[in-house]
């Protein structure tokens, strides 16, 4: 089975800063990955689909990128309302497998 | 508004039962793939299940293959995950997640609020 690896577990960042999450896969994967936003005590929700299109009504200031086995997620601009865990999951087929997830603070 | 609403959660002893349910409202339940999600208390996501949108094709976790059981009944618009021979490891929020699309492929765009399974002595 493929493999998700994400990087770092966590991280700590100022208001404003430019913030970058990697996720390697193990295997290609094409572009078939999504990036979710889960924050504290709530439901994942969908942030990125097919590796770097946005879900509608998603803050411009998330991007992803990547095709293959790497792939990243940025937030341009970090706001104190980003604060959350951020998942990376491969469905090009199943095992649908998730990231062990990165974990966003404001310092 | 796509609403998805899990129950069927629970307390239960290891090597026990549960059936969950997934009921669901706002879009063409029978168009969609979907899949059963967990949560460890203080842990990440870890996909269970998945089913196509017919339900003719199923999918499961190395974890949980030969334990569950994930099905949907079309006419009810209402998923389903048979869980037996329960595993103190079982332990989680167990959410259900609509495909985006209906490709076989896709990333889930809509989650339930998850319901609780326990499974202890």
């Known amino acids: 089975d493929i493999q998700m690896t994400q990087s770092p577990s966590s991280l700590s960042a100022s208001v404003g800063d430019r913030v970058t999450i990697t996720c390697r896969a193990s295997q290609g994967i094409s572009n078939d990955l999504a990036w979710y936003q889960q924050k504290p005590g709530k439901v994942p929700n969908l942030l990125i689909y097919?590796?770097?299109t946005l879900q509608s009504g998603v803050p411009s200031r998330f991007s992803g990128s990547g095709s293959g086995t790497d792939f990243t997620l940025t937030i341009s601009s970090l706001q104190p309302e980003d604060v959350a865990t951020y998942y990376c999951?491969?469905?090009?087929?199943?095992?649908?497998?998730f990231g062990q997830g990165t974990k966003v603070e404001i310092k | 508004e796509v609403q998805l609403l899990e129950s069927g959660g629970g307390l239960v002893q290891p090597g026990g039962s549960l059936r969950l349910f997934c009921a669901t409202s706002?879009?063409?339940?029978?168009?969609?793939?979907m899949n059963w999600v967990r949560q460890a208390p203080g842990k990440g996501l870890e996909w269970v299940a998945g089913i196509s949108s017919s339900g003719g094709s199923t999918y499961y976790a190395d974890s949980v293959k030969g334990r569950f059981t994930i099905s949907r009944d079309n006419s009810k618009h209402t998923l389903f995950l048979q869980m037996n021979t329960l595993r103190a490891e079982d332990t989680a929020v167990y959410y259900c997640?609509?495909?985006?699309?209906?490709?076989?492929?896709?990333?889930?765009?809509?989650w339930g609020q998850g319901t609780l399974v326990s499974v202890s002595s």
């Open positions: 097919a590796a770097s």
């Open positions: 999951q491969k469905y090009n087929s199943a095992p649908r497998t």
């Open positions: 706002g879009f063409t339940f029978g168009g969609y793939a």
């Open positions: 997640a609509k495909h985006k699309n209906s490709r076989g492929n896709a990333a889930s765009d809509s």
